[in-house]
């Protein structure tokens, strides 16, 4: 009986020590319900791919080039005349990197070009200049010379010319496009060709495009000598020269005959950015 009895006890105990362990259970492993999933966090929306090459968003952006570039017009005064003036905020360049979102360094210097001498600021050639800067941290890179390198009747040369003694157009546009890429191999480069220039020509040879200078050529010989020089860095190239939308009503477009009137900056913008977005790597 007394067996019998201590059985029972032990049983109970065994029980009761089962039950209280039961409670012991951490809260953090008690099974939760099913909750909804949470909402994916919402994608950075970036600038055309490869470009963005730091990944923070924002495209870090080198214009190089003459005085359109950086922000000079022409427009008609009351006397019909053309007179030239500066306004960077409505400069093609600084409209198009508002529309973007892209981070602009305009370099571009008044009167230069890849052989020809700025006539403001640092009054340097393009290729002076882009020895003064360092493109280690640009995604892009725009050179937009190539006019006064032509009414400034620079030598033209020819492709084989010394990169390293310079002095022609085929020479210091090589130089240029070498230094940029030895300064930053992963920066896009893109060329820009002149726009046409009523300054010199005739209405029915279309002006600058086939008007010649004894050094270099026509405008179009200039085009030429860039395009060569693109497809040997494969390299693109955005032809504006032969533009009908920015050279169509050229001596509207164009009061003094160079420069554009501030309306044809902001077409020059669309296009130009079209133009980029549609070149331009994509993740």
């Given amino acids: ?44 929306t970036r600038m055309p791919g490869t470009l963005d090459a730091n ?37 093609w360049a600084n409209l198009l990197s508002t529309s973007t979102g892209w981070k602009l360094t305009n370099s571009a210097v008044g009167g230069s070009g890849f052989v020809h001498k700025g006539t403001v600021l640092d ?3 393009g290729r002076e200049h882009i020895d003064t800067l360092n493109f280690q941290n640009a995604e892009l890179v725009t050179l937009a010379f190539g006019v006064n390198d032509w009414k400034g009747d620079d030598p033209l040369g020819q492709m084989d010319d010394d990169i390293a003694t310079g002095g022609t157009f085929y020479s210091n546009m090589r130089y240029c496009i070498e230094k940029i890429q030895k300064d930053n191999p992963t920066a896009k480069i893109v060329v820009i060709s002149p726009i046409n220039c009523c300054r010199f020509g005739f209405p029915w040879k279309d002006w600058g495009i086939n008007f010649p ?25 955005i032809d504006v020269l032969h533009n009908e939308t920015i050279n169509g009503d050229i001596k509207n477009n164009l009061p003094d005959g160079v420069h554009p009137t501030l309306e044809v900056h902001a077409r020059m913008a669309e296009i130009l950015e079209e133009k980029l977005l549609a070149i331009l790597p994509e993740e």
């Fill in 123 to 125: 009054k340097l050639t």
């Fill in 55 to 91: 990944h923070d968003g924002v495209v870090t952006w080198y214009a190089l080039g003459d005085s359109i570039t950086q922000g000079y017009y022409s427009y008609f005064d009351e006397n019909g005349e053309g007179k030239l003036a500066l306004n960077a905020n409505q400069g």
């Fill in 1 to 44: 009986m007394l067996k019998k009895y201590l059985f029972l006890i032990f049983t109970l105990s065994l029980l009761a020590g089962c039950a209280s362990g039961n409670t012991d259970i951490p809260a953090s492993s008690t099974p939760s319900l099913p909750t909804e999933p949470s909402e994916s966090p919402t994608e950075v």
């Fill in 213 to 237: 200078f004894a050094n270099n050529g026509t405008l179009e010989d200039i085009y030429n000598a860039m395009k060569q020089v693109c497809d040997h860095y494969s390299i693109p190239l």
